[in-house]
């Protein structure tokens, strides 16, 4: 199956070809409700090809688009398999499959377009983050996504604080500086200036700087275009020392403490998935404190006539959209001409589903939730 993320979702969107067929269900992980699945999926595939009949499809074109549907319905191994949801996205040469860690609503549709929305939610349960696990003995940089982490292979890294002193340079604690004052009698020899006054403290606390200076050298090289936030785990006299050495401006204030060694890479997807929960809901409510603050000098718009075509020129920065659809009709870019349906007739596109597509494509955010109890509708934020 491929992989489901904001990347997917804008490889879908660019896809413009009739027929296009999507089709989402829901899962499950065991019990009858289970077993029971692929029988959900055969009576949605038999819905997409009667709808595909009744657009005068011919036979032959209807078989050779759903033949990945009922090769998946007859894998047995794909069904032993356990996801929360199923989308399938199929057309002309094209096939995507996903499973989902969010439930999906049944949904099945015939159009020009994928239907994305709907993927909305579970493309934010995925939000992506990283996580720095560091501590004397070892250095684990991961990347985590919904219920999976991986860990990244960093180049040119010691493994521990003794790997990075045995290549670092032994006398770094006394340096010879062409300004201090000549030894008496020394034959231009300079005197020695002697950090870490303070004894063996100061040393290690100078050996761990040393340390994570070549370790944030290779976290910075992987993350050097990223904007996901980085969490730092570790006990908590090593993490500021550590701070004081990075560059990546989206490290999190906040930190997993103790031993990094100790915890499992699923027990640090579990634990900085919870820590991250307040940052992203707080991305959200900022965007709403941005919407409401634009409205009142027309730099926002609630209205799906103005939102769609100004999605399509690239002038939508965030869009929030419904868990249902805001509306059905058509949309022609030529012209900007939009007609509206006030209930869903063969051919319509779903409109929200229309601006979230333009609005990913031209790297704009979306949000799958309502703006207030007031606005249950779609509103856009402009960039200009």
Do not use: C
């Amino acid at each position: 199956m491929d992989s489901l993320d904001r990347d997917t979702l804008s490889v879908l969107a660019r896809h413009f070809e009739s027929p296009s067929v999507s089709i989402l269900m829901p899962m499950h992980r065991a019990g009858a409700a289970k077993e029971q699945d692929p029988i959900r999926l055969k009576n949605l595939i038999r819905s997409a090809e009667e709808i595909l009949q009744d657009r005068e499809i011919r036979q032959p074109q209807i078989d050779d688009l759903m033949r990945p549907a009922h090769e998946l319905l007859a894998d047995a191994a794909f069904w032993r398999e356990s996801a929360d949801g199923l989308a399938l996205f199929l057309a002309h040469d094209t096939a995507h499959i996903f499973g989902s860690e969010t439930t999906l609503d049944e949904h099945v549709s015939v159009s020009e377009r994928f239907s994305i929305r709907p993927l909305l939610p579970a493309v934010q349960a995925r939000q992506r983050f990283y996580v720095l696990a560091l501590s004397k003995n070892r250095v684990r940089l991961m990347e985590a996504q919904g219920d999976a982490i991986a860990e990244l292979e960093l180049s040119d890294v010691p493994a521990n604080l003794e790997d990075a002193l045995r290549f670092d340079d032994f006398e770094s604690h006394v340096q010879f500086h062409s300004g201090t004052p000549a030894v008496a009698g020394g034959r231009g020899r300079r005197s020695a200036m002697f950090h870490g006054h303070g004894g063996a403290p100061d040393v290690e606390k100078e050996n761990l700087l040393r340390y994570f200076r070549m370790v944030e050298r290779g976290v910075h090289a992987h993350l050097r275009d990223e904007t996901a936030p980085l969490v730092l785990a570790g006990v908590d006299y090593l993490l500021p020392l550590y701070r004081d050495a990075n560059s990546y401006p989206n490290v999190m204030d906040e930190s997993l403490s103790g031993n990094p060694d100790e915890i499992s890479p699923q027990e640090l997807l579990s634990r900085t998935r919870d820590l991250l929960k307040p940052h992203f809901h707080a991305a959200v409510e900022r965007d709403r404190e941005l919407l409401e603050a634009a409205t009142a000098s027309g730099g926002a718009s609630f209205d799906l006539t103005e939102i769609i075509p100004a999605a399509h020129e690239g002038r939508v920065q965030v869009l929030f959209v419904p868990a249902e659809a805001a509306g059905w009709g058509h949309y022609d870019p030529s012209s900007g001409r939009i007609d509206l349906s006030e209930e869903q007739h063969p051919g319509d596109w779903d409109l929200a589903d229309l601006a979230v597509a333009e609005t990913l494509l031209h790297g704009g955010v979306v949000h799958a939730a309502q703006v207030s109890e007031d606005v249950t509708d779609a509103a856009a934020l402009f960039r200009y």
